[in-house]
């Protein structure tokens, strides 16, 4: 009996990705449930378990764009017993026949699979790379050491192992060789950007997207912080962050104002009742965007959970697929990189998104008064076809409103 290995489904906005990397080889007795390779989206990397058990017949190799659905290979269970067989007959082999080497084999330590993708895509020899992980293992953050080293630097650090004989350095093959008068280095885009880049195109081209602008006075929501944080990361085990102030705020602002809480499917509108908001995530590879769900119902501190929760599982690739689906609504804070006003970009099927900017102290009039108060630009980009202008301005307007007197954000239950 045969399985077919397919393409999981991965978003009602994701058609197509790359298959990135096989975890294992053609002929591999695989189980089910076992990652078997890895599939590149412009939202997600994620490893793809093996839908039965038995032995592999791979038929798609690595690299190549594949189709939702799509078949690039088979797990015959009927050579799955033959194949373990003769792997333990080898097994039994290999400990009968002990090494020459007086010296134990060192097994060298397992590589995570946000550093098999990254090796992958840049085709770095991980035998260069020097680990600071445990136990000698290699971590992202030295990947990403490696391929910010000059090239010669590369070459001359790669020493021969004990049982090597030491070799001349040669000419480095793998890193993009810079251009003849050394200005400028040109390198392949990597599947995930390639991925980010054409989705942020359809983003433009397939919306009628326009952005409306207002600021907040963050005065009230930082006195609450710093009267309450103490008291709230002593009982919930978690800091009190803007984030959750402005995701209870924006689930207020699609209650009074639908028309947000929509999309466009073909010919038809769909209204969502419900409130799932995804938060933007910066890591080394692109931006993601986990999903919340059903904001309404949780409280500030399973919000600040819920957001540290993704921000850690991003930055160690472990974001499953059905945690970046469903969003009605996202929320992208490109205040934490300095950014003072900016335009974000539809997260498609969605219809709003808003951005967050940078805290800055600025003098505004209060009342008949000047007085210097911390304020946030805020920018909201949508989708003309869906929401109007009156209704995207009172949208911001009331998200403003919930900030600037968070008493509000009370009332919702």
């Given at each position: 009996?045969?399985?077919?290995?397919?393409?999981?489904?991965?978003?009602?906005?994701?058609?197509?990705?790359?298959?990135?990397?096989?975890?294992?080889?053609?002929?591999?007795?695989?189980?089910?449930?076992?990652?078997?390779?890895?599939?590149?989206?412009?939202?997600?990397?994620?490893?793809?378990?093996?839908?039965?058990?038995?032995?592999?017949?791979?038929?798609?190799?690595?690299?190549?764009?594949?189709?939702?659905?799509?078949?690039?290979?088979?797990?015959?269970?009927?050579?799955?017993?033959?194949?373990?067989?003769?792997?333990?007959?080898?097994?039994?082999?290999?400990?009968?026949?002990?090494?020459?080497?007086?010296?134990?084999?060192?097994?060298?330590?397992?590589?995570?699979?946000?550093?098999?993708?990254?090796?992958?895509?840049?085709?770095?020899?991980?035998?260069?790379?020097?680990?600071?992980?445990?136990?000698g293992?290699?971590?992202?953050?030295?990947?990403?050491n490696?391929?910010?080293?000059?090239?010669?630097?590369?070459?001359?650090?790669?020493?021969?192992?004990?049982?090597?004989?030491?070799?001349?350095?040669?000419?480095?093959?793998?890193?993009?060789?810079?251009?003849?008068d050394?200005?400028s280095?040109?390198?392949?885009?990597?599947?995930?950007?390639?991925?980010?880049?054409?989705?942020l195109?359809?983003?433009?081209?397939?919306?009628?997207?326009?952005?409306?602008?207002?600021?907040?006075?963050?005065?009230?929501?930082?006195?609450?912080?710093?009267?309450?944080?103490?008291?709230?990361?002593?009982?919930?085990?978690?800091?009190?962050?803007?984030?959750?102030?402005?995701?209870?705020?924006?689930?207020?602002?699609?209650?009074?104002?639908?028309?947000?809480?929509?999309?466009?499917?073909?010919?038809?509108?769909v209204?969502?009742?419900?409130?799932?908001?995804?938060?933007?995530?910066?890591?080394?590879?692109?931006?993601?965007?986990?999903?919340?769900?059903?904001a309404?119902?949780?409280?500030?501190?399973?919000?600040?959970?819920a957001?540290?929760?993704?921000?850690?599982?991003?930055?160690?690739?472990?974001?499953?697929?059905?945690?970046?689906?469903?969003?009605?609504?996202?929320?992208?804070?490109?205040?934490?990189?300095?950014?003072?006003?900016?335009?974000p970009?539809?997260n498609?099927?969605?219809?709003?998104?808003?951005?967050?900017?940078?805290?800055?102290?600025?003098?505004v009039?209060?009342?008949?008064k000047?007085?210097?108060?911390?304020?946030?630009?805020?920018?909201?980009?949508?989708?003309?076809?869906?929401?109007?202008?009156?209704?995207?301005?009172?949208?911001?307007?009331?998200?403003?409103?919930?900030?600037?007197d968070?008493?509000r954000?009370?009332?919702?239950?």
């Amino acid at each position: 009996m045969s399985t077919e290995v397919k393409i999981p489904a991965v978003g009602e906005s994701i058609t197509s990705g790359v298959l990135s990397g096989w975890l294992k080889q053609n002929g591999d007795t695989v189980k089910d449930g076992e990652p078997i390779f890895a599939l590149e989206t412009d939202k997600i990397s994620t490893e793809v378990p093996a839908p039965a058990s038995g032995q592999l017949q791979i038929m798609v190799p690595a690299g190549e764009e594949v189709k939702i659905g799509q078949v690039v290979g088979v797990i015959d269970a009927a050579g799955g017993a033959t194949k373990s067989e003769s792997k333990e007959s080898t097994a039994r082999t290999t400990t009968a026949t002990p090494p020459k080497s007086e010296e134990p084999v060192k097994e060298e330590p397992a590589l995570s699979p946000a550093v098999r993708r990254l090796a992958a895509e840049e085709k770095i020899p991980l035998a260069e790379v020097a680990g600071t992980g445990k136990h000698g293992q290699i971590t992202k953050e030295d990947v990403v050491n490696y391929l910010e080293r000059p090239a010669q630097t590369k070459v001359s650090e790669s020493k021969p192992t004990a049982n090597e004989a030491p070799v001349a350095p040669k000419k480095e093959t793998v890193s993009p060789a810079p251009s003849s008068d050394g200005r400028s280095v040109r390198r392949k885009m990597s599947p995930l950007r390639k991925k980010i880049a054409a989705q942020l195109v359809m983003a433009q081209q397939n919306a009628a997207m326009l952005t409306t602008f207002n600021e907040c006075d963050m005065t009230a929501v930082m006195h609450l912080r710093t009267s309450y944080q103490e008291a709230f990361q002593k009982r919930h085990g978690t800091k009190l962050g803007f984030m959750s102030f402005f995701i209870k705020a924006v689930v207020d602002a699609l209650q009074v104002d639908p028309a947000m809480n929509a999309r466009i499917d073909g010919d038809d509108l769909v209204e969502n009742h419900y409130y799932d908001i995804g938060v933007a995530v910066g890591t080394e590879r692109g931006l993601v965007v986990p999903v919340v769900r059903d904001a309404d119902k949780k409280s500030f501190a399973e919000l600040e959970s819920a957001v540290a929760g993704f921000a850690a599982k991003a930055r160690e690739g472990k974001l499953q697929l059905d945690e970046l689906t469903g969003g009605v609504f996202t929320i992208t804070n490109g205040g934490i990189y300095g950014s003072l006003l900016s335009t974000p970009i539809l997260n498609p099927p969605q219809s709003g998104i808003l951005g967050m900017h940078k805290i800055q102290n600025r003098p505004v009039a209060i009342g008949d008064k000047i007085e210097i108060r911390p304020m946030m630009y805020l920018a909201l980009s949508y989708d003309h076809r869906v929401v109007d202008g009156k209704e995207a301005v009172t949208f911001l307007v009331r998200v403003k409103d919930c900030i600037e007197d968070p008493t509000r954000l009370l009332l919702q239950g």
